[in-house]
């Protein structure tokens, strides 16, 4: 175990370092690390593949619970719009061509659907690292982008339910899938109103005895065992991850635990790329590369076309829509977890598999040279369209613009306040209170009376 992480190390260090001096992305050179020390390409793996998957999904949980810390529940609910009607338009866009493309390659209903189920997800993890790495994270696309990935997480439970309900019986379960929809609901629900009622009170009550060991233990505690807590329902872990960070969010010592989380989550975010490049067989490349290109071009045409589409109909403006649908020109995890789950149900065809892994290189290595390409094209775009189009532009920006200064800003009370706040004066809350404290002097004076 030592020794892999000393290869690990060692090799990303390396190459990260090189690919600095060549002046790309860090995230290329993890994924190249993964390639030299993975089974394919000296003929047997120069680490154990099975701890640096490990290590990787370790990865995908802290950048998620990072994420979470970095998201208030008030952003995500202003930018319910822009998630909703983003999300919801390239899933469903992105599905569509993701079945043409199993319906062109003459495959089954079932291997049509499963392709079109991986072709819709965009990774977080890489969308936010990439949008770090351009130093962009605090442009004002980025709050409506991560609602969108939210959204995205939370489908994806849904879509599992459904790829699995169709590959077993071949037909729709609507029953089963309402059913889901309704527990996910419920789960959420519960996991937030007990979360900001409790968590933050907690934290409140004990912060002057937390320096920052004890600090990083208990949030890695609490975002472990809302993890577990996720994985017992039936949902995702990494769901379970942000919603912890999501709560943690809430309270007054989360840009303390944000700076603590960021060594810990640059290096488990490394071995998840790595592990990400350790999939890649150079010679599945050279075998079904007219596949690869013709999947990775669907991926970043079907990306930016919906994104850009989703993004303005959610109320962004045209740059902000652009800027956000070019972050999200690639495929990630949740593409291998669905080709985990047809593989392991039997019915996807074996070549989809090491033709999405090669797609979701591809793709991440475009990225951050297509991010690059956001703003050219908006000017490009926007000095191309007509007068009407351009007018409605221009009005957009201004709406947005006025709608930012009308914002209340984060020195207001936070969610989890205002809902503190909101049960303590419910009726019911009262009425309890006004019992228990009626019971006790009752019980004083019965107690009072006997001696």
Known sequence: MVQDLYVLMITAAVVSILFKFLKQPVVLGYIVAGVLVGPYLFGKSLVNPDNVKQWGDIGVLFVLFCIGLE????????????????????????????????????????????????????????????????????????????????????????????????????????????????????????????????????????????????LIILALGLCLGMVLTAEEAGFSSALGAFVMGSILAETVESHRIEKLMTPLKNVFAAIFFISVGMLINPASLAEYW???????????????????????????????????????????????IIAGLGTSLGVLNPIVYPIIVAASVVTTFLTPYIMKAAIPCYTFLYNHVSEGMRAKIDQREQEVAKAETTTTSDDGPSVADKARHAVRHTFFLKHFVDLFIKNMSAHKEEKTNVE
């Open 290 to 336: 007219i596949s690869i290109v013709y999947v990775s071009l669907v991926i970043v045409i079907g990306m930016i076309l919906f994104g850009t589409l989703g993004c303005w109909w959610g109320g962004q403006t045209m740059r902000d829509s652009m800027l956000t649908s070019f972050s999200f020109v690639q495929i990630g995890e949740f593409s291998f």
């Open 71 to 214: 998201f208030r529940l008030k952003n995500l609910i202003s930018s319910g719009k822009v998630a909703a009607i983003g999300a919801l338009t390239i899933i469903a866009g992105m599905m569509l061509f993701g079945y043409l493309v199993g319906w062109d390659a003459k495959f089954d209903m079932v291997n049509s659907l499963f392709l079109a189920g991986m072709l819709c997800m965009s990774s977080t993890t890489i969308v936010m690292k990439a949008i770090d790495e351009a130093g962009l994270s605090k442009e004002r696309f980025v709050k409506g982008a991560t609602s969108i990935l939210i959204v995205e997480d939370v489908v994806a439970v849904v879509l599992m339910v459904l790829l699995s309900s169709i590959a077993i019986r071949h037909q729709f379960e609507g029953a089963e899938l309402a059913s889901k929809v309704v527990d996910l609901i419920v789960t959420l629900v519960a996991w937030f109103v007990c979360g900001i009622l409790i968590i933050p009170t907690l934290i409140r009550k004990v912060k002057k005895h937390l320096n920052d060991e004890t």
